[in-house]
């Protein structure tokens, strides 16, 4: 996320947007948590004291920190994350590796894949992100700052040297203020010097490690995006060009979604237990409602049924309440296959009816066949 605790200052008070922001403690002894870009031009940086901090910017307008704000944002986000694959490795509040292998094939999927997270995450949040596509997490990593704020860059395999080895040498995560000096010293100032220098030259600077550091600077990694937990949810949710107010409209988006959410569920084998519905108004204010399936099911029609009597109760406490933003999602989810103690041994018309719609979408993509009642 681009400078995140100042933009969510930002965007949560428009007042303040162009101008330089700086969170932080106080004057004496507090040190900054971050800045804007509009600050950043003046050299204010993260962890610089805030003394420093105000004396190179003078008009800076400093905020308090709101940490429990950031973290609800930063839940937020995470949960957009979710949605495009659930091995999430997050590294702090704004910032995470996403492992993308099993959903692409190619730099084209790539791209799209990364615009529709940014777009999400600015349509949604009104927040802006920078992305780094690679083949690994060092690569990932260095192309997501390269264009920020608000950047996305791909890095290929077979463009690794001719992206990296221009870059200073201090963009290999670890290379710090008290190396860089000494690799100066030994005439390695790029990447592509690291990468191509002798190991008399790194070894008096990186000991035993001079190896796997200049492997490092050839772009190679071999870590893999490690997830903290299994995604506990499926979810769906889309964010409206204009505001709608419409019931009918509203109705036909959460069956679209639902629909979306159940397919998501019934490909990974499994059942829900409660379903969700998130609503944001136009005034950016967000509610959620919830309801329970006794048994857990994948049904479609248990599940849509649900849902749409969770916006229907809803509209009803609301009436003409323009939103922006709709969501369905799934919880509670168990894997399927385990008959009640009442079921039937032979499915019902429904569950042929579920199956078979699993098919053609399988077969033809989720677009093929769709609920009557999500279309005008």
């Known amino acids: 996320m681009d400078a995140f605790y100042a933009s969510v200052e930002q965007r949560d008070h428009p007042e303040m947007l162009g101008l330089p922001v700086v969170v932080g403690g106080g004057e004496r002894r507090g040190v900054v948590a971050a800045a804007s870009y509009e600050a ?30 950031y973290k609800s944002v930063s839940q937020e986000i995470f949960d ?43 349509r949604e949040l009104a927040l802006t992100a920078s992305i780094g596509v690679g083949p690994n997490k060092l690569v990932a990593k260095i192309a997501s700052d390269l264009d920020k704020p608000d950047g996305l860059r791909i890095v290929t395999a077979e463009q690794l040297h001719a992206t990296l080895d221009p870059l200073p040498v201090q963009r290999i995560p670890g290379i710090g203020p008290r190396t860089l000096p000494r690799l100066y010293d030994a005439g390695i100032k790029t990447i592509g010097d690291l990468r191509l ?25 071999e870590r893999e995006v490690h997830s903290h937990g299994i995604a506990k949810s499926v979810s ?54 919830q309801t329970t399936l006794r048994p857990p099911t994948a049904s479609r029609e248990r599940i849509h049924d649900a849902a749409a009597g969770l916006l229907r109760s809803w509209l009803g406490e609301n009436p003409g309440l323009p939103l922006r933003l709709l969501g369905v999602g799934l919880g509670k989810l168990s ?22 719609i699993d098919e053609v979408q399988e077969r033809y993509g989720d677009a093929a066949l769709v609920p009557a009642r999500s279309l005008r």
């Open 40 to 69: 950043r031009r003046f050299g204010v940086r993260s962890a610089m004291p805030m003394a420093e901090a105000l004396r190179r910017c003078p008009k800076a307008v400093r905020v308090r920190p709101r940490m429990h704000h």
């Open 80 to 122: 957009i994350f979710a949605d495009f694959t659930p091995v999430v490795e997050g590294l702090s509040l704004d910032e995470a590796f996403l492992d993308l292998s099993g959903s692409i094939a190619g730099p084209a999927a790539a791209h799209d894949i990364a615009t529709q997270l940014k777009l999400r995450i600015r």
């Open 197 to 221: 220098a002798s190991e008399q030259k790194l070894r008096p600077v990186f000991g035993r490690h001079w190896y796997t550091t200049q492997q490092r600077a050839a772009g190679c990694d």
């Open 236 to 289: 769906a949710e889309t964010t409206f060009d204009l505001d709608i107010n419409d019931s009918s409209e509203l109705m036909r988006v959460v069956s679209r979604l639902t629909d979306q959410s159940i397919g998501r569920l019934r490909r990974q084998e499994l059942e829900a237990a409660v379903v969700t519905l998130k609503i944001r108004d136009h005034k950016f204010r967000t509610a959620t409602r």
């Open 335 to 356: 894997a399927t296959g385990q008959l009640g103690l009442f079921d039937s041994e032979s499915p019902g018309t429904g569950e042929r009816i579920d199956s078979a």
